[in-house]
């Protein structure tokens, strides 16, 4: 049993029982509905620019992208525009693949031992179809939470969500007919994404060797912001109205002070706004910062180009140098001795 995963769960389930306790038995949600949410905007929005400026600081004195083909160089020779760009227009399209594609991750491999002692690769597109479906599935559940946000909601926010939902389930009697609530492809997919990955974590002999807390405690706290939403929306049916109204309130800077309305709202709807708040305050200290350091990543947003032009250090300090020359002059007698070859004799 690895404790690194086990000790991520205690952790996310502690998490959930401190919000829904301390609402449900503390009355505590003036805490978890209007402090913690404040809170974890301003740490998220204080941490990200902190490590953007700090990475944007950094030094680059060199082209160090990382290529997969023929760089531009003799005419007859022909170049790979997108592995090994070298212009800018190149960079953005091997940019925009990466982003929005995942590119680099498509054409990864595995190395397995086959046969005994064979090695064998394999390409790694299930993990790759997963992650894109992961990360595609949470950007269309944070566009859709909007209408919690807005009033009235835009039309493109409505139009996500009726392309979202293919269908509509009610229960009725302890029988599921079609009607509502509104069922909603991505919400699913991103809790079946989150658990392929988890389990390739887990079971991965490979991948669980390296594996940390840090990277098991993200995936279970995503995967508790999925779940206590699927459980508000089709089971539990919790008070829309009432949350929209708690929402709305802290969007506009009035937070809602009426005890009747905070108390109508159930207390996993505070667990699921606290798993959020702290998914913000553990982003920009986390590898999920990923989201802004792809741009500013010096092997993906620099042209492959030390062939077109020269690259002058400009961070190099003088330093006392000894050539080859005054190497030569200064042990010339005792490298002839030893039979060593000379320029000079």
């Known amino acids: 049993m690895n404790v690194n995963y086990i000790f991520s769960l205690i952790v996310v389930l502690a998490l959930f029982l401190l919000a829904y306790v301390g609402v449900e038995a503390a009355g505590l949600q003036w805490l978890f509905g209007v402090v913690i949410p404040y809170a974890a905007v301003l740490i998220f929005i204080g941490g990200f620019i902190s490590r953007i400026l700090s990475w944007a600081r950094s030094p680059v004195p060199f082209r160090i992208p990382t290529v997969g083909g023929q760089g531009r160089s003799l005419p007859w020779i022909k170049p790979n525009p997108i592995d090994s760009p070298s212009s800018s227009g190149s960079v953005v399209v091997r940019m925009l693949l990466e982003i929005l594609l995942f590119r680099s ?22 993990l790759w ?35 979202d939902g293919f269908l509509r389930i009610e ?13 909603y492809i991505s919400g699913l997919v991103l809790l079946a994404a989150a658990t392929f990955l988890l389990l390739r974590r887990m079971f991965s002999a490979q991948v669980k060797y390296i594996s940390l807390s840090s990277d098991y405690f993200p995936l279970f706290l995503i995967m508790g912001i999925a779940f206590t939403g699927i459980i508000m929306r089709y089971f539990l049916k919790t008070d829309i109205v009432a949350a929209k109204a708690l929402v709305m309130g802290l ?6 002070f009426d005890p009747a309305l905070t ?13 959020v708040c702290v998914l913000l305050i553990y982003f920009p200290f986390s590898k999920l910062m990923h989201l802004g350091g792809i741009f500013l990543s010096p092997t993906r947003n620099l042209p492959n180009d030390t062939r077109m032009n020269r690259h002058v250090n400009t961070w190099n300090y003088p330093v006392e140098v000894h050539t080859y020359e005054e190497y030569e002059d200064e042990y010339r007698e005792k490298m002839i001795e030893a039979g060593l070859p000379v320029e000079k004799e």
Do not use: M
């Open 105 to 126: 991750l498509f054409r990864n491999t595995r190395a397995d031992l086959v046969e005994g002692d064979k090695l064998a690769y394999r390409l790694e597109k299930w």
């Open 129 to 163: 179809l997963f992650s894109l479906l992961f990360h595609y599935s949470f950007l269309v559940v944070f566009l859709r939470h909007f209408r919690f946000f807005l009033d009235p909601v835009p039309g493109c926010v409505q139009l996500l969500e009726t392309l």
């Open 171 to 183: 229960f009725v009697n302890d029988a599921i007919q079609v009607g509502l609530p509104g069922f």
């Open 251 to 256: 969007v506009s800077f009035h937070p809602v």
């Open 263 to 275: 108390k109508s709202v159930s207390g996993v709807f505070y667990g699921h706004l606290f798993f």
